[in-house]
């Protein structure tokens, strides 16, 4: 019934698409590696028991991809991200030397219903440090994000920081509550639905007054050192909020980024932050978050029954790519690789145009030899269709000169080289 | 009951086979790349539907990770190859330009009994041609596939060639067989139970007559050329192997290599294959076949009802990272990708710590600052345990004179560098 359909809520992703993903990828990497975090891959799939229990009831019952297994009975799970694996990983290796610097850039699956630009399988980048308690872990991840997307070639964001220590404490002075994760719930919502949204869902919590006192902690924001010394001179009584202030100071002691500032509305969708939190939006286009994280101190070591304090940061790819096609910021779009094409005006040179196109892709050319026979002229014309650069003709005359003949596709140049000249001239980048 | 374990069968890939890893998907990568072959990615599912009925009973009844999704009663398959979802893939593009060449390196699974060496996901590393039906297609697998072996590193290997349509078509002519793929599966178990084995099992099915010139067929092996010429001599009246004769020597005549030769009893497992085969043993560490592919004209048009023509090769990525740990081909073993370590003596120069470790980073130095504290002695430690090559140290005299003092780990040098002589420098490889 389905057979040969591609499954519903999943892409598949083209030569034109992977090559643009797979050099942001190659520079996020190289970013992270050049902050000292090493790669690590787990399974696709994990226990059904590991991942249960730990993303809330959304997750648990609607957006995790579970399943029997029919064969032996078994629960399993596609994995939902790149944490809780993390925290398994920690588990199943605890030799690891502390503190663990890992990146993981990876698939994850999420039984999202089907709409544009949401899908059921996508890629994060993750960074986390295992092990550090301190300021400086926090600060680097900050760092770290700033140089990635940086690097991506992006100049209009801002990276808003947060603590849920701050946030806590302030409304347990101001309005005595307890719990405030229903209260985060609302918040999470400010982007959409607006000031007066967040005002109204939470009248059905709270009196006017307590709301008043929410949207007025919410609404302080501006440059870190500034904010952080307004909230000392208010709060400075509590020890909660002390402490996050402490914490916030030394890690805004190593960042010196005008994009960066303290944000109280920032809440994230996450139960499990225990400290500084982070989320950066991309003013231009604008898509919501591009990356976020924060400190989760008790997550990575649950299977291990002890607290192992961690911070960590997750680029979303998917946003990234779709924001580096929008403003044109990788501009040399492919659709393939290759340089040159190996056009034979007979039949009989093949042998010739092959030693060429070896010849060429010794020297780091990527090229292509016809391979459906047909007139040069058809040949030629498939060359073109794959936006090459050079067409390399090959024919009786040129293998008695033992030269080759090259159109150049850019500049409309036909010229003849010996297949020396050509590798140290033109295509050399000479 | 499972929380917290690893599922079995599955790995976790630490940064130390990670960084290997990388390595040689990154060779093989560069050469799948520079014949012009260019990257896709599919969905890690698909429909049951999609799977079924492609890869034989085994595969069907065992292999293949199935499951329901209990949100929708839908029947859905983890990916078992890059094959079928390569056919998948035409039926949804239907207007990707011809021949199409692509490359796909990505984690297939398979519900395998966990044994050592034998994990139920692993990656493969295929590159296809779609479009064409002619000799040079098959014989740009086989460059391709010796070329990016020798890339690695590797030397000592046999690579061997048969075709689906000599092997048939002696058959029919010595022995009247019509339906060859009984024989075949025996025949595929000649490296495991020998000669003397198939004789056995072959005796249930045939005269003993019979057997033997089965036999004798397989035993036809040696320089391609030579092979084919004393087939023709035989059998060049049977129509079947002369239009194999002719494809396969208009392939060898591109193909100059002394690995290569002609091997009758090479079958290879699946049912598919139309033409050439191909598999690639290694010699040293005898660990069987690290590559295989062949021609397979009725698979990737099965979704479309057309016959499409394609030839492919499949490099088994864990085969090749084993051979390459085992015979040490890669000698710079490393567990971090991190070359530098800058350790601060006092609490107070963190920020310079931090200034300086921005500076190496910017210079291509990938660079860790202690992130947990602690006396420089423990730092220090961390810093070797990690097997870096520089331990930068910050103490109040270097901030001073605006100086770095350099260990050099595996000279044992220890240094005063002003920041731009060591990056102009040592650290630039000066």
Tied chains: 1, 2.
């Excluded at 499954?7 to 996020?28: A, H, N, W, Y």
């Excluded at 790669?39 to 991942?51: F, G, H, K, N, S």
């Excluded at 005002?199 to 006017?208: F, G, S, V």
């Amino acid at each position: 019934m389905y057979e040969g359909e591609r499954p519903k809520g999943f892409r598949d992703l083209t030569p034109e698409l992977m090559i643009v993903r797979k050099k942001v990828i190659s520079i996020i990497e190289k970013v992270f590696q050049s902050f000292g975090f090493d790669p690590i891959e787990t399974p696709a799939i994990e226990y059904w028991d590991t991942l249960a229990g730990k993303y809330g009831a959304e997750a648990e019952d609607r957006l995790i991809w579970r399943f029997q297994d029919p064969l032996s009975g078994r629960w399993y799970a596609l994995r939902y991200d790149l944490t809780v694996p993390l925290a398994r990983y920690m588990k199943s290796h605890q030799d690891v030397p502390m503190p663990f610097k890992r990146y993981h850039i990876a698939p994850v699956w999420r039984h999202e219903e089907p709409q544009r630009g949401r899908y059921r399988e996508f890629y994060q980048c993750d960074a986390d440090i295992v092990g550090s308690q301190y300021p400086e872990a926090d600060a680097e991840l900050i760092e770290l994000a700033i140089k990635a997307i940086d690097s991506i070639g992006f100049t209009e964001y801002t990276f808003k920081v947060n603590d849920r220590r701050l946030l806590s404490g302030i409304f347990e002075e101001e309005i005595g509550l307890e719990n405030p994760i229903p209260v985060y719930r609302v918040i999470d919502k400010l982007d959409k639905i607006g000031e007066e949204g967040v005002r109204k869902e939470l009248q059905d919590k709270m009196t006017e007054t307590t709301v008043e006192k929410v949207i007025k902690t919410i609404s302080l924001r501006g440059k870190p050192l500034e904010v952080l010394r307004e909230i000392r001179v208010k709060y400075g009584g509590n020890k909660n909020i002390t402490e996050a202030l402490n914490h916030l100071e030394e890690m805004f002691n190593l960042i010196e980024d005008p994009r960066v500032s303290v944000d109280l509305s920032l809440v994230r969708g996450l139960d499990y932050y225990t400290g500084p939190i982070f989320e950066v939006f991309l003013e231009k286009p604008r898509i919501g978050a591009i990356a976020g994280g924060g400190r989760y101190d008790n997550l990575i070591g649950m299977f291990l029954k002890q607290s192992i304090p961690a911070t960590g940061i997750s680029l979303g790819l998917e946003r990234l790519i779709d924001a580096v096609i929008d403003l044109g910021i990788i501009k040399d779009r492919r659709e393939s690789y290759t340089e040159a094409y190996v056009v034979y005006l007979k039949p009989e040179l093949i042998k010739q145009a092959w030693k060429v196109a070896s010849r060429l892709r010794d020297a780091g050319i990527p090229t292509r030899v016809d391979l459906i026979r047909g007139s040069p002229k058809k040949q030629a014309k498939r060359a073109n269709r794959l936006g090459v650069k050079y067409i390399v003709y090959i024919g009786e005359r040129e293998v008695k000169e033992n030269r080759i003949t090259i159109y150049n596709t850019l500049t409309g140049e036909r010229r003849e080289y010996t297949l020396e000249e050509f590798i140290g001239g033109p295509a050399g980048g000479g």
